[in-house]
């Protein structure tokens, strides 16, 4: 389970930031007073716009961030003092965190199973489940570099997963992927959710959330502005779909008439 409480992540500015931001402030309020709850069992989505906070949020979670105000606690564990109990009992996938290009699937998954203390018996189990599951046996040999977009993205899924973790962190688990491999994975959420884990991922991708999330968190300029399953969402904003309930919301939110 995931509990975060009042989280809020200030950045401070460097004059080049400054600059490439356009602004004067010397800080940037990333995440505004984000409170939520990820159960077992279920996908929780952060759906929002490029830059709006999801990315900040996950990386709190994951224990990569520490946040300026809150607390975060995964499984009872608190993300700052308790870092490494949570880091055992979670996943944290991201397209900016690579696997290392020089090495294959194969080393990567058995390397990072014996940082984790699995036992060779288990490792290898676990290793031909993915490895069939995501077809990735043909490449399993081959340098991360050679690897497509794609094949990348699918052995990064099975590594991060080697020690069965209770909680997963994807963000944006499927951008830049195929049709058929953003199905592969988006099938294998389920799967997890439906095995009992804990599952919160980030989109911006409408169609995804509504197909994929059993409760959906919207975020907008770091502020979590609405929240509930897509029934509730689209009952409460009298929307046909999702994507129309993210834009009512977000005109709201904004005070904009119109969105050109």
Request: aromatic share 6%.
């Amino acid at each position: 389970m995931i509990e975060i409480k009042d989280l809020t992540k200030i950045y401070k500015l460097s004059n080049k930031k400054k600059a490439e931001l356009k602004t004067k402030d010397s800080e940037k309020v990333a995440v505004d007073g984000v409170s939520l709850e990820a159960h077992p069992g279920e996908i929780y989505g952060l759906l929002g716009p490029n830059g709006a906070g999801k990315t900040t949020t996950l990386r709190c979670v994951a224990t990569l961030l520490k946040p300026t105000k809150g607390e975060i606690s995964v499984c009872g564990f608190d993300t700052v003092k308790e870092g490494k109990q949570v880091r055992d009992k979670i996943c944290f996938l991201t397209n900016e965190i690579k696997l290392d290009p020089h090495f294959s699937a194969s080393y990567m998954f058995d390397f990072f199973g014996g940082l984790h203390g699995i036992d060779n018996e288990t490792l290898s189990k676990r290793k031909e489940d993915f490895f069939k599951r995501f077809d990735i046996m043909d490449f399993k040999d081959k340098k991360i570099e050679d690897l497509s977009t794609g094949m990348k993205q699918k052995a990064a899924i099975a590594v991060s997963l080697v020690h069965d973790p209770e909680v997963i962190i994807f963000d944006e688990p499927t951008n830049g992927l195929d049709i058929i491999t953003a199905r592969v994975v988006t099938d294998f959420l389920r799967e997890l959710r439906d095995s009992g884990k804990t599952i919160i991922v980030s989109t911006h991708i409408m169609s995804e959330a509504q197909k994929l999330c059993d409760r959906i968190g919207m975020i907008i300029d770091g502020r979590k502005v609405a929240e509930g399953t897509l029934s509730e969402l689209l009952a409460e904003e009298s929307a046909e779909d999702l994507e129309d309930a993210f834009f009512k919301v977000y005109k709201r939110v904004k005070g904009e008439d119109k969105i050109s």
